[in-house]
Protein backbone atom coordinates (compact mmCIF):
# COMPACT_ATOMS: atom_id res chain seq x y z
CA UNK A 1 0.00 0.00 0.00
CA UNK A 2 0.95 3.60 -0.65
CA UNK A 3 0.47 6.40 1.70
CA UNK A 4 -2.15 9.17 0.49
CA UNK A 5 0.09 12.25 0.18
CA UNK A 6 -1.21 15.39 2.42
CA UNK A 7 -0.78 17.83 -0.69
CA UNK A 8 -0.03 21.22 1.77
CA UNK A 9 0.43 23.22 -1.10
CA UNK A 10 -3.07 22.76 -2.59
CA UNK A 11 -4.37 23.01 0.81
CA UNK A 12 -2.99 25.97 1.27
CA UNK A 13 -3.93 27.70 -1.40
CA UNK A 14 -7.62 27.08 -0.97
CA UNK A 15 -7.21 28.81 2.23
CA UNK A 16 -5.34 31.31 0.76
CA UNK A 17 -8.52 31.95 -1.39
CA UNK A 18 -10.45 32.15 1.40
CA UNK A 19 -8.85 34.73 3.66
CA UNK A 20 -8.76 36.63 0.59
CA UNK A 21 -12.62 36.98 0.83
CA UNK A 22 -11.92 37.80 4.18
CA UNK A 23 -10.11 40.63 3.65
CA UNK A 24 -12.31 41.68 0.84
CA UNK A 25 -14.72 41.79 3.26
CA UNK A 26 -13.15 43.95 5.85
CA UNK A 27 -12.36 46.75 3.05
CA UNK A 28 -15.80 46.53 2.07
CA UNK A 29 -16.68 47.30 5.26
CA UNK A 30 -15.18 50.40 4.78
CA UNK A 31 -11.63 49.56 6.91
CA UNK A 32 -8.12 49.54 5.95
CA UNK A 33 -6.67 45.79 4.72
CA UNK A 34 -4.68 44.36 7.76
CA UNK A 35 -1.08 44.91 7.63
CA UNK A 36 1.91 42.65 8.64
CA UNK A 37 5.38 44.11 9.40
CA UNK A 38 8.32 41.21 9.88
CA UNK A 39 11.42 42.61 11.65
CA UNK A 40 14.71 40.88 9.82
CA UNK A 41 17.80 41.31 11.81
CA UNK A 42 21.14 40.71 9.74
CA UNK A 43 22.01 38.86 6.57
CA UNK A 44 20.93 35.14 6.77
CA UNK A 45 19.73 33.92 3.39
CA UNK A 46 17.33 31.45 4.23
CA UNK A 47 15.36 34.05 7.04
CA UNK A 48 15.36 36.18 4.31
CA UNK A 49 13.63 33.56 1.93
CA UNK A 50 11.17 32.75 4.96
CA UNK A 51 10.12 36.16 4.99
CA UNK A 52 9.57 37.02 1.02
CA UNK A 53 7.44 33.79 1.15
CA UNK A 54 5.69 35.24 3.62
CA UNK A 55 5.08 38.44 2.12
CA UNK A 56 4.05 37.00 -1.36
CA UNK A 57 1.27 35.16 0.59
CA UNK A 58 0.31 38.06 2.39
CA UNK A 59 0.03 39.95 -0.85
CA UNK A 60 -1.97 37.38 -2.57
CA UNK A 61 -4.09 37.29 0.64
CA UNK A 62 -4.31 41.66 0.33
CA UNK A 63 -2.69 42.17 3.60
CA UNK A 64 -0.64 45.34 3.52
CA UNK A 65 3.27 44.20 4.57
CA UNK A 66 6.50 45.76 5.31
CA UNK A 67 10.11 44.29 6.44
CA UNK A 68 12.08 46.34 8.04
CA UNK A 69 15.82 45.11 7.48
CA UNK A 70 18.57 45.88 10.66
CA UNK A 71 22.05 45.15 10.37
CA UNK A 72 23.05 41.98 12.20
CA UNK A 73 25.06 44.34 14.70
CA UNK A 74 22.01 45.86 16.44
CA UNK A 75 21.15 45.84 19.74
CA UNK A 76 19.00 44.03 22.07
CA UNK A 77 17.42 48.05 23.25
CA UNK A 78 17.47 49.06 19.53
CA UNK A 79 15.27 45.71 18.75
CA UNK A 80 12.90 46.51 21.53
CA UNK A 81 12.51 50.07 20.38
CA UNK A 82 11.61 49.01 16.98
CA UNK A 83 8.79 46.29 18.23
CA UNK A 84 7.96 49.22 20.57
CA UNK A 85 7.47 51.52 17.77
CA UNK A 86 5.22 48.74 15.70
CA UNK A 87 3.58 48.28 19.19
CA UNK A 88 2.01 52.11 19.73
CA UNK A 89 1.95 52.19 15.32
CA UNK A 90 -2.19 51.82 14.33
CA UNK A 91 -1.25 50.91 11.38
CA UNK A 92 0.41 47.45 12.00
CA UNK A 93 -1.45 44.85 13.40
CA UNK A 94 0.96 41.65 12.91
CA UNK A 95 4.25 41.88 14.50
CA UNK A 96 7.09 39.16 13.49
CA UNK A 97 10.65 39.22 14.19
CA UNK A 98 11.92 36.80 12.11
CA UNK A 99 14.31 33.72 14.11
CA UNK A 100 17.21 33.07 14.47
CA UNK A 101 18.23 36.23 16.10
CA UNK A 102 21.65 37.38 16.45
CA UNK A 103 23.49 35.59 19.86
CA UNK A 104 23.51 38.47 21.01
CA UNK A 105 19.99 39.19 21.46
CA UNK A 106 18.21 37.33 23.77
CA UNK A 107 14.49 36.06 21.39
CA UNK A 108 12.34 35.34 24.19
CA UNK A 109 12.82 38.73 25.85
CA UNK A 110 11.94 39.94 22.44
CA UNK A 111 8.88 37.95 21.70
CA UNK A 112 7.61 38.81 24.99
CA UNK A 113 7.88 42.75 24.10
CA UNK A 114 5.69 42.46 21.17
CA UNK A 115 1.96 43.64 21.99
CA UNK A 116 -0.11 39.93 22.53
CA UNK A 117 -2.71 41.62 20.09
CA UNK A 118 -0.21 42.13 17.68
CA UNK A 119 1.59 38.50 18.18
CA UNK A 120 0.97 36.77 15.26
CA UNK A 121 3.69 34.25 15.99
CA UNK A 122 1.98 33.12 19.30
CA UNK A 123 5.51 33.17 20.87
CA UNK A 124 5.08 35.68 23.77
CA UNK A 125 5.21 34.50 27.26
CA UNK A 126 1.50 35.93 27.32
CA UNK A 127 0.14 34.46 24.63
CA UNK A 128 2.06 31.16 25.19
CA UNK A 129 0.80 30.77 28.63
CA UNK A 130 -2.81 31.49 27.36
CA UNK A 131 -2.03 28.61 24.44
CA UNK A 132 -1.07 26.30 27.41
CA UNK A 133 -4.00 26.85 29.20
CA UNK A 134 -5.93 26.50 25.96
CA UNK A 135 -7.72 29.83 25.92
CA UNK A 136 -5.38 32.05 23.01
CA UNK A 137 -6.43 34.12 20.44
CA UNK A 138 -3.10 34.02 18.64
CA UNK A 139 -1.75 30.66 18.14
CA UNK A 140 1.51 29.86 16.71
CA UNK A 141 1.29 29.39 13.22
CA UNK A 142 3.31 26.03 12.88
CA UNK A 143 0.83 23.93 15.25
CA UNK A 144 -1.99 25.53 13.34
CA UNK A 145 -0.64 23.74 10.06
CA UNK A 146 -0.13 20.42 11.43
CA UNK A 147 -3.46 20.81 13.27
CA UNK A 148 -5.06 21.55 9.68
CA UNK A 149 -3.30 19.16 7.59
CA UNK A 150 -4.25 16.27 10.41
CA UNK A 151 -8.09 17.55 10.22
CA UNK A 152 -8.25 17.16 6.33
CA UNK A 153 -6.95 13.60 6.63
CA UNK A 154 -10.19 13.15 8.29
CA UNK A 155 -8.44 10.61 10.89
CA UNK A 156 -9.45 10.28 14.65
CA UNK A 157 -7.33 11.80 17.24
CA UNK A 158 -9.44 11.40 20.49
CA UNK A 159 -7.59 9.00 22.43
CA UNK A 160 -5.00 7.68 19.72
CA UNK A 161 -1.23 8.13 20.22
CA UNK A 162 0.65 10.68 19.10
CA UNK A 163 4.31 11.07 19.42
CA UNK A 164 5.96 14.29 18.27
CA UNK A 165 9.86 14.53 17.97
CA UNK A 166 11.65 17.85 18.56
CA UNK A 167 10.77 19.85 22.13
CA UNK A 168 11.58 23.54 21.05
CA UNK A 169 9.59 26.50 22.49
CA UNK A 170 8.30 27.21 19.05
CA UNK A 171 7.68 24.57 17.49
CA UNK A 172 7.62 20.90 19.30
CA UNK A 173 6.74 22.00 22.66
CA UNK A 174 3.40 23.82 21.15
CA UNK A 175 2.42 20.80 18.78
CA UNK A 176 2.71 18.71 21.84
CA UNK A 177 0.55 20.99 23.79
CA UNK A 178 -2.09 21.35 20.57
CA UNK A 179 -2.30 17.54 20.25
CA UNK A 180 -2.86 16.35 24.03
CA UNK A 181 -4.76 18.90 24.70
CA UNK A 182 -8.99 19.47 24.69
CA UNK A 183 -10.96 19.86 22.04
CA UNK A 184 -13.27 22.13 23.72
CA UNK A 185 -11.17 25.06 24.40
CA UNK A 186 -10.05 28.02 22.06
CA UNK A 187 -6.71 26.21 20.63
CA UNK A 188 -8.74 23.42 18.84
CA UNK A 189 -7.00 20.71 20.76
CA UNK A 190 -6.80 17.12 19.57
CA UNK A 191 -7.24 14.95 22.68
CA UNK A 192 -4.32 12.21 21.67
CA UNK A 193 -2.53 10.40 23.96
CA UNK A 194 0.87 12.42 23.20
CA UNK A 195 4.53 11.88 23.67
CA UNK A 196 7.24 14.20 23.61
CA UNK A 197 10.47 12.65 22.33
CA UNK A 198 14.05 15.07 22.08
CA UNK A 199 17.59 14.79 21.99
CA UNK A 200 18.17 12.44 25.29
CA UNK A 201 15.34 9.82 24.10
CA UNK A 202 17.69 7.19 23.23
CA UNK A 203 16.78 5.69 19.80
CA UNK A 204 15.64 2.37 20.96
CA UNK A 205 13.05 4.26 23.16
CA UNK A 206 12.15 6.53 19.67
CA UNK A 207 11.38 3.31 18.14
CA UNK A 208 9.48 1.72 20.81
CA UNK A 209 7.28 5.11 20.95
CA UNK A 210 6.97 5.64 17.43
CA UNK A 211 5.94 2.02 16.54
CA UNK A 212 2.91 2.64 18.52
CA UNK A 213 1.93 6.03 17.32
CA UNK A 214 -0.84 6.71 15.65
CA UNK A 215 -0.32 10.39 14.40
CA UNK A 216 3.69 11.33 14.15
CA UNK A 217 4.92 14.53 14.27
CA UNK A 218 8.84 15.24 13.27
CA UNK A 219 10.31 18.18 14.41
CA UNK A 220 13.87 17.91 14.62
CA UNK A 221 16.15 18.85 11.45
CA UNK A 222 17.80 15.56 11.13
CA UNK A 223 16.97 13.46 7.78
CA UNK A 224 15.73 10.29 7.74
CA UNK A 225 15.75 10.51 11.53
CA UNK A 226 11.60 8.60 11.05
CA UNK A 227 12.68 5.68 8.61
CA UNK A 228 10.07 2.84 8.45
CA UNK A 229 11.07 -0.03 10.58
CA UNK A 230 9.86 2.49 13.22
CA UNK A 231 6.67 3.21 11.93
CA UNK A 232 3.19 1.59 13.00
CA UNK A 233 1.23 0.04 10.06
CA UNK A 234 -1.53 2.69 8.63
CA UNK A 235 0.12 5.86 11.29
CA UNK A 236 -0.18 9.27 9.68
CA UNK A 237 3.10 11.19 8.97
CA UNK A 238 3.41 15.06 9.86
CA UNK A 239 7.18 16.37 8.71
CA UNK A 240 7.92 19.25 9.93
CA UNK A 241 11.60 18.85 9.87
CA UNK A 242 13.49 21.53 7.43
CA UNK A 243 17.35 20.52 6.51
CA UNK A 244 19.31 21.75 3.25
CA UNK A 245 21.15 18.42 2.28
CA UNK A 246 23.73 18.19 -1.23
CA UNK A 247 21.66 16.26 -4.09
CA UNK A 248 25.13 14.97 -5.77
CA UNK A 249 23.07 13.98 -8.45
CA UNK A 250 23.02 17.61 -9.46
CA UNK A 251 25.30 19.53 -7.21
CA UNK A 252 23.60 21.21 -5.73
CA UNK A 253 21.36 22.02 -2.29
CA UNK A 254 17.55 20.52 -1.86
CA UNK A 255 14.72 20.47 1.05
CA UNK A 256 14.24 17.22 2.91
CA UNK A 257 12.87 16.81 6.24
CA UNK A 258 13.20 14.35 8.79
CA UNK A 259 11.14 11.47 7.37
CA UNK A 260 12.55 8.52 4.88
CA UNK A 261 9.63 9.67 2.62
CA UNK A 262 10.15 7.00 0.23
CA UNK A 263 10.44 4.16 2.76
CA UNK A 264 7.59 5.28 4.89
CA UNK A 265 4.62 6.42 2.60
CA UNK A 266 4.98 2.27 1.98
CA UNK A 267 3.82 1.92 5.90
CA UNK A 268 1.91 5.13 6.57
CA UNK A 269 -1.93 5.75 5.35
CA UNK A 270 -0.98 9.41 5.37
CA UNK A 271 2.31 11.64 5.08
CA UNK A 272 3.09 15.45 4.17
CA UNK A 273 6.19 15.59 1.49
CA UNK A 274 8.83 18.12 2.17
CA UNK A 275 8.80 20.65 0.45
CA UNK A 276 5.04 21.28 -0.09
CA UNK A 277 3.75 20.23 3.11
CA UNK A 278 3.60 21.79 6.47
CA UNK A 279 5.67 25.18 5.16
CA UNK A 280 3.23 26.89 2.66
CA UNK A 281 0.56 25.68 5.78
CA UNK A 282 2.57 27.55 7.95
CA UNK A 283 2.80 30.89 6.00
CA UNK A 284 -1.04 30.44 5.69
CA UNK A 285 -1.85 30.37 9.29
CA UNK A 286 0.36 33.23 9.39
CA UNK A 287 -1.66 35.10 7.37
CA UNK A 288 -4.88 33.62 9.02
CA UNK A 289 -3.35 34.92 12.57
CA UNK A 290 -3.04 38.42 10.84
CA UNK A 291 -6.45 38.83 9.51
CA UNK A 292 -7.50 37.81 13.43
CA UNK A 293 -4.84 40.02 14.80
CA UNK A 294 -6.35 43.09 12.53
CA UNK A 295 -10.18 42.43 14.36
CA UNK A 296 -8.74 42.05 17.61
CA UNK A 297 -6.72 45.38 17.38
CA UNK A 298 -9.66 47.37 15.69
CA UNK A 299 -12.36 46.19 18.09
P1 LIG B 1 12.83 23.74 15.68
O1 LIG B 1 12.83 25.09 16.34
O2 LIG B 1 12.56 23.79 14.22
O3 LIG B 1 11.90 22.76 16.37
P2 LIG B 1 15.40 23.08 16.92
O4 LIG B 1 16.69 22.80 16.21
O5 LIG B 1 15.29 24.26 17.81
O6 LIG B 1 14.28 23.09 15.78
O7 LIG B 1 15.01 21.83 17.79
C1 LIG B 1 15.32 20.53 17.43
C2 LIG B 1 14.67 19.60 18.43
O8 LIG B 1 14.92 18.26 18.04
C3 LIG B 1 15.16 19.74 19.86
O9 LIG B 1 14.05 19.83 20.72
C4 LIG B 1 15.92 18.43 20.12
O10 LIG B 1 15.82 17.99 21.47
C5 LIG B 1 15.24 17.47 19.18
N1 LIG B 1 16.09 16.34 18.79
C6 LIG B 1 17.40 16.35 18.47
N2 LIG B 1 17.84 15.12 18.18
C7 LIG B 1 16.79 14.28 18.33
C8 LIG B 1 16.58 12.88 18.19
N3 LIG B 1 17.57 12.08 17.81
N4 LIG B 1 15.34 12.38 18.42
C9 LIG B 1 14.32 13.19 18.77
N5 LIG B 1 14.45 14.50 18.92
C10 LIG B 1 15.66 15.05 18.73
Redesign the pocket.
Known sequence: TQATIIDGKKIANEILKNLKAEVEDIVKAGKRAPCLTAILVGDNAASATYVRNKMVAAKKVGISSDTIRLPTETSQDKLLEEVNKLNNDEKVDGIIVQ?PLPKHIDEQKVFNSVLRTKDVDGFSASNFGLFSLNMCALAPATPLAVHELILRTGIETKGKNAVV????????LPIAMLLHSDTHGDILGMDATTTI?????P?DQ?THYLQNADIVV?????PN?IQAHMVKKGACIID???SHVKDPSANQFKLVGDVDFENVSKVASFITPVPGGVGPMTVVMLMKNTIIASRLNSS
Open positions: LCGRSKNVGCHRFTPLSAVGILVGI
